[in-house]
């Protein structure tokens, strides 16, 4: 009999609809540049999620548990990836402090999504 692997949302979702709020709020408040850059750090840690998923689906023996998984995150990764692109595309690149805000927010998306996986 194969595993029951459905997956839960994280108990941690009503924190992070708060802080992914405050997180657009402030960096909104920074200027339009500075919530674009907001965009690309979290698409980019997204795509970097997604694309380690995809890996662990080319497991056969997971693949074949959920058949349509693999497509459901190409897609999603696809739409994230034209998100960071909007971004990009509206100056992202050119907020002040770009490197800093990127990295913050990174490490802030990557903790968010490790702290996920467990509770
Ligand atoms: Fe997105």
Redesign the pocket.
């Known amino acids: 009999m194969v595993a029951d692997r459905r997956v839960r949302p994280t108990a941690l979702l009503p924190l992070w609809h708060v802080a992914g709020f405050a997180l657009g709020a402030v960096t909104a408040a920074l200027g339009e540049r500075a919530a674009m850059a907001c965009t690309v750090a979290v ?1 980019e840690t ?1 795509d970097a999620h997604y694309a380690a998923q995809e890996v662990e689906l080319e497991d056969p023996a997971l693949a074949e548990q959920a058949p349509e998984l693999a497509g459901t995150i190409a897609a999603f990764r696809a ?2 990836l034209e ?1 960071r692109d909007i971004g990009l595309a509206h100056g992202a690149e050119q907020a002040p402090g770009y490197r800093l805000l990127s990295a913050l927010i990174r490490t802030g998306c990557r903790v968010a999504i490790k702290l996920s996986e467990r509770v």
């Open positions: 698409e997204i739409e994230e998100h």
